[in-house]
């Protein structure tokens, strides 16, 4: 499956992608910080473990950590602003 990067938080290593079917993707960095808005991000996201992900855009591995899928905007959201409050 392929998902756009929609949010890069920078300060605490997270992204956020948009899935095929539109549904919003918690991932934490766990390699490479080289990851831009609107950079596709290639691999399977229903896991809960680090697993290397191929980014679309520049052909480089990344490794990272689902925290959660087929999440809303608004989860998506409040999930960001809970880890960036602590």
Not at 16 to 45: H, K, M, N, T, Y
Not at 48 to 68: F, I
């Amino acid at each position: 499956m392929d998902a756009v990067v929609v949010l890069h938080e920078h300060r605490i290593g997270f992204i956020v992608l948009r899935d095929e079917d539109g549904g919003f993707i918690v991932a934490e960095l766990q390699s490479s910080d080289d990851i831009q808005r609107g950079d596709i991000i290639s691999g399977v996201f229903d896991v809960a473990q680090t697993q290397t992900y191929k980014n679309k855009a520049n052909e480089d591995d990344v490794d990272l950590l689902v925290h959660g899928m087929g999440m809303t905007e608004e989860d998506a959201i409040k999930f960001i602003q809970t880890k960036t409050a602590s």
